[in-house]
């Protein structure tokens, strides 16, 4: 008999069994498959008579933001599980077609002398930009590390006029709250001129799933006033090693994860019409006893499947059956490669490599690859964001060698022409390797091999169902207390001692961990409550 049993090992998972075993309960971790980690893993990979220890490769997320505004990694103690964090300064670079570079610095001036090298009055605007968005996600931050609820929004907006001085500049308060409420695209528009500055704070703003025209999406771009506080850093030995820091931090608090034992059923004890979860049956038939159980899985995994009809109202389980998780989201290929992109852009760049570089030359461009997405095809020229974080960590690859990953949106789970994914991959993961040579020349015959995700690939190696890392579309309609579905957005399901903690639910997906950190404090809310009565 468990105190809690968790089932899976991702990240938010993780964070949830931690916190609930330094509390003094016993927790045990399940995870399906042979390695831990969920979609924050690194595997070796590539093992070759040159390179016999091989390179070690994500297999998920690799670059590391929201974690890092937080206080998990402090909470945890996790650098003393092993857990070191490289900085990626700049955490971000967009080559300029035209030739030349912009870097985003975690320094907001710095950023600033850079974007005046394209456009000294965007330049300008930048600071604007950071300014208001700082105020408002001061305030913003707050309501994702609590359970979401009705009015928590407006409350905080309503507190950041205090805040600060103000959340809004007198006489600007229904400008700025329309700003809030409108497209990430519109508010580029408005705050900047020169395309390269608009397109490459587009595509990041993209990472996130809805489109740039899409309403209430504005804050997707807003966020990069945040980014300026915390910075993008980076698990030296590769992303996998924040959940293996968890882990460790788990067992040394006598907690316990079990590799290889795929959950079949949540076990659930009825009394007419109440519902009790009290352990699990794995696929081999064991059956684990416990008083609570946590799922990390997705939500339609966790209730369609491993609860099940039977135990739901049939509204609820239409409901849940009606989450837009939607119809992919993109592709990656993870590869081998003999040197680093030489850019044409900028030439000898000295810190390009240090963090993500952003390789969409237009927003026309942008808008053509989501084009392509919505008519049910892959992108005949994919956008892309690739990643070289062997310059900065290059333990993670044999001398001399490199790791390249080039991240890809739009690309449809289900082709409209009914195609099979299995018979276009190598094409498709090729048209992104080809925009990084279209960039690097350098790169044309410099590949020495390559890993390929496409939506169904990550669908079947994470159990993100369609491919969509964020777990469900990041629409308004799916977030904050409507996410996944009002009735489950605390964490808690209609199953008494059976709780959520994937990024299925409030605030979403990324390496954030917030869902967990929310999802334990909720279970141990509701376990000093019993204790009390």
């Known amino acids: 008999m468990y105190d809690i049993i968790v089932i899976g090992s991702g990240h938010n998972g993780l964070t949830t069994a931690c916190y609930l075993a330094m509390a003094g309960h016993s927790v045990c971790v399940l995870e399906s498959r042979d390695t831990l980690g969920g979609a924050v893993c690194t595997e070796p990979m590539f093992h070759s008579p040159e390179a016999p220890d091989g390179y070690r490769v994500d297999v998920g997320s690799s670059a590391h933001f929201m974690i890092h505004q937080t206080p998990v990694i402090e909470d945890l103690g996790l650098e003393s599980y092993g857990l070191e964090y490289i900085e990626m300064d700049p955490f971000m670079s967009y080559p300029v077609p035209e030739g030349g570079v912009i870097h985003f610095h975690r320094s907001v001036e710095k950023t600033m002398e850079s974007i005046a090298t394209v456009s000294p009055a965007d330049a300008a605007s930048y600071r604007d930009f950071i300014d208001f968005w700082k105020r408002i996600n001061t305030g913003v931050l707050k309501t994702f590390l609590v359970p979401p609820a009705p009015g928590r929004i407006l409350r905080e907006v309503l507190k950041g006029q205090y805040r600060e001085g103000s959340m809004f500049k007198k006489g600007e308060h229904m400008n700025g709250l329309r700003r809030i409420l409108g497209s990430y695209g519109q508010v580029v528009d408005e705050y900047f001129e020169n395309e390269s500055v608009k397109s490459a704070l587009l595509w990041f703003a993209a990472q996130s799933g809805p489109p740039p025209d899409q309403t209430a999406t504005a804050d997707f771009v807003g966020w990069q006033a945040m980014l300026h506080e915390s910075g993008g850093k ?17 067992e040394a608090h006598g907690g316990e ?3 290889n034992a795929p959950v079949e059923k949540i076990l659930i004890r009825s009394e007419g019409n109440h519902k009790k979860a009290v352990g699990v049956r794995l696929a081999n038939g064991e059956e684990l006893s416990a008083r609570r159980v946590v799922s990390n899985a997705h939500v339609q995994t966790t209730m369609l499947r491993l609860v099940g009809p039977e135990h739901l109202a049939a509204s609820l389980f239409k ?10 989201f993109g592709m990656v290929i993870r590869c081998a490669v003999e040197e680093l992109p030489e850019y044409e852009a900028c030439p ?3 810190c390009i490599h240090n963090g993500l570089q952003l390789l969409v030359p237009s927003r026309d461009y942008m808008n053509a690859s989501i084009g392509d997405y919505m008519a049910g095809r892959p992108p005949e020229h994919p956008s892309v964001l690739a990643m070289t974080f062997t310059k900065i960590d290059p333990s993670l690859a044999p001398d001399g060698k490199h790791l390249l990953y080039a991240w890809a949106q739009w690309h449809p789970y289900r082709l409209s022409d009914g195609s099979n994914w299995e018979n276009i991959r190598e094409r498709e993961a090729q048209k992104i390797y080809d925009v990084i040579t279209r960039y690097a020349p350098n790169m044309a015959d410099k590949r020495i091999d390559w890993y390929i995700q496409t939506p169904p690939d990550i669908e079947q190696k994470h159990g993100l169902l369609r491919g969509n890392v964020m777990h469900v579309e990041m629409t308004f309609d799916q977030m904050f207390m409507f996410r996944p579905t009002p009735e489950l957005s605390r964490y808690k399901t209609p199953v008494e001692n059976l709780y959520l903690s994937s ?3 409030h605030p979403g997906g ?4 917030a869902a967990g950190y929310n999802a334990a404090g909720v279970v141990l809310r509701d376990i000093r409550k019993r204790k009390f009565f």
Do not use: E, Y
């Not at 990324?510 to 961990?513: D, H, L, Y």
């Open 234 to 250: 980076r698990p030296k030995g590769g992303s996998g090693m924040l959940t293996q820091a968890m882990a460790r931090m788990l």
């Open 348 to 350: 000898g760049d000295p």
């Open 503 to 505: 990024a299925s639910c």
């Open 319 to 328: 409901r849940i059956g009606d989450i837009n998780v939607g119809n992919g």
């Open 510 to 513: 990324g390496v954030f961990a």
């Open 257 to 259: 994860v079990r590799l």
